[in-house]
């Protein structure tokens, strides 16, 4: 049963969507507490549009995180915090995006189930919006 708070980011195409049109890895938003941190600088808030691949926080404002940020997600039903080691990036007016490259084994699984489990095989990669060069063989 999908976590109440739990609600599918809407694509481009659909009424009211901002997320970019042809996402393979949709992002989902979760109402779970998150904390970031950079090189001493750190933030934490609540509720994050997250994909198997990524992360969006809500935070609009500037601020000092370099490129290399860790993320910390408090995942229903796990005791232990989520870690991912990302890259950031400010999208204006959306708030940072986050691409994950170091997540521990045990940690993408638990995110996989989560995603799965919330928002059932919809949270599954599009495989209509593969790259060009992933079709090559």
């Not at 691949?53 to 910390?72: E, H, K, M, Y």
């Amino acid at each position: 049963m999908p976590h109440a708070n739990a609600k599918k980011t809407r694509s481009a195409g659909e009424p009211g969507g901002n997320a970019p049109a042809g996402r393979r890895y949709p992002r989902f938003h979760l109402d779970v507490d998150w904390f970031v941190e950079s090189k001493g600088c750190s933030s934490m808030g609540r509720g994050i549009e997250l994909s198997s691949r990524g992360a969006l926080l809500p935070v609009t404002c500037t601020s000092p995180f370099t490129d290399d940020v860790t993320l910390f997600l408090s995942l229903p039903l796990r005791q232990k915090m989520f870690k991912a080691k990302c890259s950031a990036e400010m999208k204006e007016g959306r708030g940072w995006v986050l691409h994950f490259h170091e997540i521990a084994p045990e940690d993408l699984q638990l995110l996989g189930h989560t995603l799965l489990t919330e928002f059932g095989t919809a949270s599954l990669p599009n495989l209509e919006h593969r790259s060009p060069t992933s079709l090559e063989i």
